[in-house]
């Protein structure tokens, strides 16, 4: 099958994101413009410093609302209620 779909981002891909598409847009990190992204940012969630958790879990659920996308981790949603 192939194809160059995935869920890294090149430099330059993440370079013309807006910031409003990140996580953490202060530090520009867990980009999420699309719906892989999304689910790419629940897998990754547990690498977030802890102070961020809830900021980054709450940009999760708001991005996965916007592609339909099921967020099924325990954590993100508890962390999502702080």
């Known amino acids: 099958m192939g194809g160059t779909m995935s869920d890294r981002l090149s430099y330059a891909e993440k370079e013309e994101l807006p910031t409003s598409v990140y996580g953490l847009p202060e530090r520009r990190e867990y980009p999420m413009p699309d719906a892989a992204h999304v689910r790419a940012?629940?897998?990754?969630?547990?690498?977030?410093?802890?102070?961020?958790?809830?900021?980054?879990?709450?940009?999760?659920?708001?991005?996965?609302?916007?592609?339909g996308v099921d967020v099924e981790s325990p954590t993100v949603l508890q962390y999502a209620e702080e």
Do not use: D, S, T, V
Not at 46 to 67: D, Q
């Open 41 to 67: 940012a629940e897998a990754y969630f547990r690498y977030c410093p802890e102070e961020l958790k809830p900021e980054l879990a709450r940009a999760i659920l708001k991005r996965a609302k916007e592609f």
